[in-house]
């Protein structure tokens, strides 16, 4: 079977994106060898559906390495050569797998180039992913001159949002591939985490600062406060506007970017399924409402059900709030309630408001209902009622009309006698 080749040039811009499962697995790779997995790994599009065979040129691959020189053949095939030997570790239910990084590594000496592929197993890691991903620009990592500040920029990068991670020094030290050296915890913090943090701080769009947790005088655990920079948009969440083969649309682009900070990856085959349907104006409303959601199981079938509910329910989709306006506006029309509500008239309330607000039809507040539902639950601490709770406060108020009925019928008859 020949493998397809692709002719690839390596930018700063690139955006990598790997599944966090990837980013969790234990491994210990070189800072040279990092760099290589990251920069192949940058070089995959939304839309591939298999690894390519890359064609780099070798120039340019050792500039992007920080690799001093004319290009040296000898100096690189031992790097590959080495990383070709090294495998990672992940664990899939009860089993501990290992696998190597790549696959096939050749190099072209008549024309200065050398082809590089991943190896078939890292696709669910590194092709098509739309839940549980990180991804961030390459120039985040290419600068760093650590493995250590490498691997703890992806470890937190996952976490940019929740701003905070804690881990066990034990696991830390493992997931660094750094078990077997500085035992002493004070040696491991003054070579490996204040560097890592201070190159971090200095290089790339997050910082971090760190909270010892203790057991007595011995520490334990480590949480790392972790702040983003230039700006408040996170610039990992630009889309790939520089591949040709992408879906061209503005609108595909900014729905992209909106999708990445809801956290998932949307394909151009998934916006043209959409925006065959509805328009670009419904596809964004949409996504800006949900871009502050956390915990969205299903995105893609989420995001079609509210596209579907807007649609079927107006012809002329009016702008959607965004999440935390909807909330914040809900909230407070129930936070000077001196008693509990009931979870009904919540929902009923909640629907009557949106439509006076927000000038829509009972449908369209129903549908902008859902998107905050949960978050306005949680907040009002109310449980949201079973279906069996739904039964029994239907045959409740069944009870109490009938006994209405019988006590008008009982006043009637004593009206005609």
């Keep these: ?24 697995a234990n491994y210990k790779l070189g800072t040279i060898e990092q760099k290589i997995i990251l920069s192949l790994a940058s070089k995959i599009q939304p839309t591939d559906s298999d690894f390519k065979t890359y064609n780099l040129p070798i120039k340019e691959f050792n500039k992007l390495l920080g690799l001093k020189g004319s290009p040296k053949y000898t100096e690189l095939r031992q790097i590959t050569r080495e990383l070709m030997q090294k495998v990672f570790e992940v664990r899939i239910e009860k089993k501990v797998i290992q696998v190597s990084w790549l696959s096939y590594v050749a190099y072209n000496e008549n024309d200065g180039t ?52 804690v881990f066990a020094v034990k696991d830390l030290r493992k997931a660094l591939g750094a078990e077997d050296i500085y035992p002493a915890y004070g040696n491991f913090k003054q070579r490996v985490l204040i560097p890592a943090q201070k190159e971090i701080r200095k290089k790339t769009d ?15 655990k480590l949480k790392f406060i972790i702040t983003s920079q230039r700006g408040t948009v996170p610039e990992q969440l630009t889309v790939f506007d520089d591949n040709p083969n992408d879906f061209q649309s503005s609108g595909y682009q900014r729905a992209s970017q909106l999708a990445l900070k809801i956290g998932f990856n949307l394909t151009a085959d998934q916006y043209k399924k959409w925006s065959d349907h509805y328009s670009e104006d419904q596809v964004l409303n949409v996504l800006k409402s949900i871009e502050k959601r956390k915990g969205i199981k299903n995105p893609i079938g989420y995001i079609t059900h509210l596209l579907k509910d807007i649609s079927s329910n107006s012809s002329e989709c009016s702008s959607i709030p965004a999440h935390d306006e909807l909330l914040l506006f809900l909230v407070t029309q129930f936070k000077n309630s001196k008693e509990k509500l009931p979870y009904w008239l919540i929902k009923d309330e909640s629907i009557k408001n949106i439509q006076v607000q927000y000038k829509v039809n009972h449908h369209e507040a129903a549908s902008m209902f859902k998107i905050v539902k949960r978050d306005l639950f949680e907040t009002l601490d109310i449980k949201e009622e079973s279906k069996n709770d739904l039964q029994f406060n239907l045959e409740q108020k069944r009870k109490e009309l009938l006994k209405i009925q019988e006590e008008y019928k009982k006043g009637e008859l004593q009206n005609h006698q």
């Design 206 to 220: 997050i910082a971090f600062d760190l909270e010892e947790i203790k057991n007595g005088r011995r520490v334990e």
């Design 1 to 24: 079977m020949v493998q397809r080749k692709e002719l690839a040039t390596i930018s700063n811009n690139n955006l990598v994106t790997k599944s966090n499962a990837l980013i969790e």
């Design 114 to 165: 050398i082809d590089i592929r991943f190896d078939p197993f890292l696709r669910p890691y590194l092709l098509q992913l739309k839940r549980e991903f990180t991804s961030y620009k390459l120039e985040n990592v290419v600068k760093l001159k650590s493995s250590y500040s490498i691997r703890i920029y992806e470890l937190l990068k996952q976490y940019e949002r929740v701003r905070e991670r």
